[in-house]
């Protein structure tokens, strides 16, 4: 389960949020080290550390680590954004709402309704996320 979570926590970095620093004394919830970082900028990968705090990446590069509170060593893997599954055929994705085909390949997020498959009551397909949450993002077509 351990690894599970260590391989959603990694998928499901998006780096939008990159250039959020934080004060440098301020602790971190979750730090990931020694992972090839991608950041979906078409740059090569580089080696270095993203820290999370209050769920959202506020430092990616070398800087002191200490002062987290976990720290996951992703040596030997990629740490980049989530995927998005822009053709997925899952109108039933609330039968399987942990999603974990999608969430272990990284995909955290999908589109559904494709080749004309899309729900007759969007709204209503939506809204079921309300009482049926999904562990990824979800979407469709019209």
Same mark, same amino acid.
Request: charged share 15%; aromatic share 6%.
């Given at each position: 389960m351990r690894k599970l979570i260590a391989s959603l926590l990694v998928s499901?970095?998006?780096?939008? /949020?990159?250039?959020a620093q934080t004060d440098a004394d301020s602790p971190y919830d979750l730090v990931i080290v020694n992972?090839?970082?991608?950041?979906?900028?078409?740059n090569p990968w580089?080696?270095?550390? &993203?820290?999370? =705090?209050?769920g959202r990446i506020v430092r990616v590069g070398w800087f002191d680590t *200490? =002062?987290? =509170? +976990? &720290?996951?060593?992703?040596?030997g893997k990629i740490v980049a954004p989530g995927f998005i599954d822009v053709h997925a055929h899952t109108e039933n994705?609330?039968? +399987?709402?942990?999603?974990?085909?999608?969430?272990?390949?990284g995909v955290t997020t999908l589109v559904t309704g494709?080749?004309?498959? /899309?729900?007759?009551? &969007? *709204?209503e397909f939506l809204d079921r996320i309300k009482t049926k949450p999904l562990a990824i993002n979800i979407s469709t077509l019209i």
């Open positions: 499901i970095l998006l780096f939008t /949020s990159l250039l992972g090839r970082i991608i950041d979906g900028t078409g580089f080696r270095g550390a &993203v820290a999370i =705090k209050n *200490s =002062k987290a =509170k +976990q &720290v996951i060593d992703a040596n994705i609330y039968d +399987q709402p942990l999603a974990e085909n999608f969430i272990r390949m494709n080749c004309g498959g /899309s729900t007759g009551n &969007v *709204s």
